[in-house]
């Protein structure tokens, strides 16, 4: 399933033709993806300014000029292709090489201040994704209203960390999950992040002291940051901005490298399961 990184990379390949444009047409293909698609959704949308692209952890957020919000959310197959004619515009195209033909769900066509006549696909073959469209307020008010801070903003701090993983008796990889503690983190970069600064996944998140939260949340800002520069991680179908596949995953550390030895310490990289998902770590160099 696409992280913050992955879902960041889409949002900086959208958002060069996207900001500024005005909604032309909109060819709504089947009723439902995840969830059903809103009441007259493309009416709502024709004629609407989209004034920027953003993100909100592992969210795409497109405010427009109706004082409405459109929301994507991925979910593990979602995928975004922007179009003029018979090219992928570079830069602002997020596509993989072989696009999911019969699973284009929705198209929206855009006239851009800077690419001209386009069109955006949301193609999703396990229609886990899902888009919805709201009022500002009520946008706020519920999908976002409890998520936590930005990991790679100034309130992500370690003191801001252990104030939300006091009395959690989970294990911090659990914690770390969660995204009223933290925004966007996914199972990928959380392994990453808890061998690079030397804590144990099964450690109960309230005994994480300040210590340990400095140098927890140095190593989620420097991964995430690293991904991100790397185009995100490619493990099935995810491609970045340039249709090329994310790089990332070339530089792992723990995740996925069961058996191999740790690039710290050379012992061999362990994996337990944790509420249903793997966990990859190394035992001698985490606590």
Known sequence: ??????????????????????????????PDLRFPFPDNFAQRLVGATVHSVERRAKFLLFPLSTQETMTAHLGMTGRFSLQSGEKTLEPGAFYAPDPPNGHEHLVIGLTSPTHGEVEVTFSDPRRFGFIELMDNAALEAGRLAEIGPEPLSEDFTPDDLVRRLKGKATPIKAALLDQKVVAGLGNIYVCEALLRSGISPRRLARTV???????????????????IDAGGSTLRDYAGADGQQGGFQQRFFAYGREGEPCLLCSAPIKK???SGRSTFFCSSCQR
Do not use: F
């Open 1 to 30: 399933m696409p992280e913050l990184p992955e879902v960041e990379t889409v949002r900086r390949g959208l958002a060069p033709a996207m900001t500024g444009a005005v909604v032309t047409h909109v060819d709504q293909r089947r």
């Open 209 to 227: 002291g300040i210590g340990r939260a400095e140098r927890l949340v140095a190593a989620i800002k420097s991964v995430l940051a690293e991904a």
């Open 272 to 274: 337990i399961v944790q």
